[in-house]
Antibody, heavy 118, light 112 residues
Framework: EVLLMESGGGLVQPGGSLRLSCAAS????????MSWVRQAPGKGLEWVSA????????YYTDSVKGRFTISRDNFKNTLYLQMNSLRAEDTAVYYC???????????WGQGTKVTVSS | DIVMTQTPLSSPVTLGQPASISCRSS???????????LSWLHQRPGQPPRLLIY???DRLSGVPDRFSGSGAGTDFTLKISRVEAEDVGVYYC?????????FGGGTKVEIK
């Protein structure tokens, strides 16, 4: 079964850090670009960050540049998002998504919830 | 950044009747390679999004053929030929022609 499973979410104080993980199974992880997409409570979808197949190219939305770092381990079939200096506006469900060369996200995880609050 | 604008915000539809959602981009989505990277996703409450259409009109394997995508340049449409109960939820368009990737605000489809 093809699966993406996020973990690492939780409650964190403003200014704190979290590291999200996305474990991939059922497909060749090292052949696909990956992204993180988030959804604030009751809101729409917002793309956060993307990483190339090899990991040598990364992209970020402006609001997280300098605070978030995307990375991947193709041996562990895992995608990561290191989130530092968290703000209340980072509160959201964070999804990892696969982009298999079609420039569209054909597979999504169930999401992990991040709450930034004091 | 490319701004994606969807209309309508909400679409009450009768079962078995067609539905149409429009998505307009603030600039052309034609990539330098000639492809147009506009996709459509569907999200049910409490669920992650699910891809329906990619590259404007290519239907993902397993997606019912009542869903179709069309358009070019800056104007795109998702059509559902005959709405079924399972089609309720929010539909999003997304552009991947240029970073940052951007989504439309969503269109909520509900049954009358």
């Amino acid at each position: 079964e093809v699966l993406l499973m996020e973990s690492g979410g939780g409650l964190v104080q403003p200014g704190g850090s979290l590291r999200l993980s996305c474990a991939a199974s059922g497909f060749t992880f090292s052949r696909d670009a990956m992204s993180w997409v988030r959804q604030a409570p009751g809101k729409g979808l917002e793309w956060v960050s993307a990483i190339s197949i090899s990991g040598d190219a990364t992209y970020y939305t402006d609001s997280v540049k300098g605070r978030f770092t995307i990375s991947r381990d193709n041996f562990k079939n895992t995608l990561y998002l290191q989130m530092n200096s968290l703000r209340a506006e980072d509160t959201a469900v964070y999804y990892c998504a696969r982009e298999p060369g079609t420039s569209a996200f054909d597979m999504w995880g169930q999401g992990t919830k991040v709450t930034v609050s004091s | 950044d490319i701004v994606m604008t969807q209309t309508p915000l909400s679409s009450p539809v009768t079962l078995g009747q067609p539905a149409s959602i429009s998505c307009r981009s603030s600039q052309s989505l034609v990539h330098s390679n000639g492809n147009t990277y506009l996709s459509w996703l569907h999200q049910r409450p409490g669920q992650p999004p699910r891809l329906l259409i990619y590259k404007t009109s290519d239907r993902l394997s397993g997606v019912p053929d009542r869903f179709s995508g069309s358009g070019a340049g800056t104007d795109f449409t998702l059509k559902i030929s005959r709405v079924e109960a399972e089609d309720v939820g929010v539909y999003y368009c997304m552009q991947a022609t240029q970073f940052p990737l951007t989504f439309g605000g969503g269109t909520k489809v509900e049954i009358k």
